[in-house]
T-cell receptor, first 113, second 110 residues
Framework: DAGITQSPRHKVTETGTPVTLRCHQT?????MYWYRQDPGHGLRLIHY???????DKGEVSDGYSVSRSKTEDFLLTLESATSSQTSVYFC????????????FGDGTRLSIL | GDSVTQMEGPVTLSEEAFLTINCTYT??????LFWYVQYPGEGLQLLLKATKADDKGSNKGFEATYRKETTSFHLEKGSVQVSDSAVYFC?????????FGTGTRLQVFP
């Protein structure tokens, strides 16, 4: 299995609070991704990174920011959480080539009350 | 824009039945195509992939053929097991990103 660790695995918080999710990889892969999974929507890309300090938006980036200061870590931040951001969040990594598959972490279940 | 359409679920089968999960895509050019599987409480795992037209991906008894003429990548298995119960996602690659279908839940009963 690809070495991907997401933390925390579960979190419950209140509307308006900041939340940071962490993805850590041991594979030295260039690309890292954050997705959210919601019923009826499959997986939707929030942000991704193609190198240290190089990030770009996905299709559902509003309300989220990311940072990648080291190859192995990719942080997702909800500056002021809203109930619509209750979801399961997955991190994924992939090597250089777009034909290479992405490998996924086990997810973080985030509930915003 | 690029998109992936999967059949609605759940798909309910008896053990040893034949499985087909339909997947069609809309894309410019020739993206790579993937099937991922998600077991309860886990992340997605790559099941198989195909990188060009007429390629057949296969793994664990599952197969899918990249059909350019019908823009399809249907997943098949000849004899399903209870342990195959999961959610299956079809996806295409575009500019180092994946575009996923909405997933199809498979339930296999003994």
């Amino acid at each position: 299995d690809a070495g991907i660790t997401q933390s925390p695995r579960h979190k419950v918080t209140e509307t308006g609070t900041p939340v940071t999710l962490r993805c850590h990889q041991t594979e030295n892969h260039r690309y890292m991704y954050w997705y959210r999974q919601d019923p009826g929507h499959g997986l939707r890309l929030i942000h991704y990174s193609y190198g240290v300090k190089d990030t770009d938006k996905g299709e559902v980036s509003d309300g989220y920011s990311v940072s990648r200061s080291k190859t192995e870590d990719f942080l997702l931040t909800l500056e002021s959480a809203t109930s619509s951001q209750t979801s399961v969040y997955f991190c994924a990594i992939s090597a250089e080539d777009s034909n290479q598959p992405q490998h996924f972490g086990d997810g973080t279940r985030l509930s915003i009350l | 824009g690029d998109s992936v359409t999967q059949m609605e679920g759940p798909v309910t089968l008896s053990e040893e039945a034949f499985l087909t999960i339909n997947c069609t895509y809309t894309a410019t050019g020739y993206p790579s195509l993937f099937w991922y599987v998600q077991y309860p409480g886990e992340g997605l795992q790559l099941l198989l992939k195909a990188t060009k037209a007429d390629d057949k991906g296969s793994n664990k008894g599952f197969e899918a053929t990249y059909r350019k003429e019908t823009t399809s990548f249907h997943l098949e298995k000849g004899s399903v097991q209870v342990s195959d119960s999961a959610v299956y996602f079809c996806a295409l690659s575009r500019s180092d990103k994946l575009i996923f279908g909405t997933g199809t839940r498979l339930q296999v009963f003994p």
